[in-house]
């Protein structure tokens, strides 16, 4: 089976840009998260995405916006780069209800320079 | 609001050692507690999941407790190696379903 997988593995982009970020949950799993990870500090919850609608947000200025498809596949993107947007972006896939706990991608590094 | 809190923050041992890595929340009323390792750079690995309603689970040399009642957690690794260097976090997740990590524990296990 194959687990969360997230593309691309390393993104580079310049201050004002715009960057997306791709995710695969596990199948069948239905609800999509996103977590930023700057360096030194803990995980930070952006997003979370259930059955391809919003159900929650972090602490984050609406520049950071995403999307769920049908096929339960997640996009996040990040409008008007700044460059302490500069971390690592976790994906997280769920079963409704997270009685299996939930299953981490290997992450896209955004550097913004 | 869930605070969740890792302690130690830095830990390192020479191999064999048991070790004992802790994790307290402040909120009790929890759905259940996942503990995962971080290597640097890349992506978490679940190691043990806890529901509410256990109070303990196993994993070949790992061993997670729960204790609700006073908000905490323990991770148990038994004669490490030194490929259990990483970072070890652990998630408490609630009503609102979206789990909250701690800063997490870095371990490194020196031959």
């Known amino acids: 089976e194959a687990g969360v997988t997230q593309s691309p593995t390393h993104l580079i982009k310049t201050r004002g840009q715009q960057a997306t970020l791709r995710c695969s949950p596990i199948s069948g799993h239905t609800s999509v998260y996103w977590y930023q990870q700057a360096l030194g500090l803990g995980l930070q919850f952006l997003l979370w995405?259930?059955?391809?609608?919003?159900?929650n947000r972090g602490n984050f200025p609406p520049r950071f916006s995403g999307r769920q498809f049908p096929n339960y596949s997640s996009e996040l993107n990040v409008n008007a780069l700044e460059l302490e947007d500069s971390a690592l972006y976790l994906c997280?896939?769920?079963?409704?209800?997270?009685?299996?706990?939930?299953?981490f991608g290997s992450g896209t590094r955004l550097t913004v320079v | 609001k869930q605070e969740v809190t890792q302690i130690p923050a830095a830990l390192s041992v020479p191999e064999g050692e048991n070790l004992v890595l802790n994790c307290s929340f402040t909120d009790s009323a929890i759905y259940n507690l996942q503990w995962f390792r971080q290597d640097p750079g890349k992506g978490l690995t679940s190691l043990l999941l806890i529901q509410s309603s256990q109070r303990e689970q196993t994993s070949g040399r790992l061993n997670a407790s729960l204790d609700k009642s006073s908000g905490r957690s323990t991770l148990y690794i038994a004669a490490s190696q030194p490929g259990d260097s990483a970072t070890y976090l652990c998630a408490v997740v609630g009503g609102s379903y979206i789990p909250t990590f701690g800063r997490g524990t870095s371990l490194i296990v020196h031959p």
């Open positions: 995405y259930d059955e391809g609608e919003e159900r």
């Open positions: 997280a896939s769920s079963l409704e209800g997270a009685d299996y706990g939930y299953t």
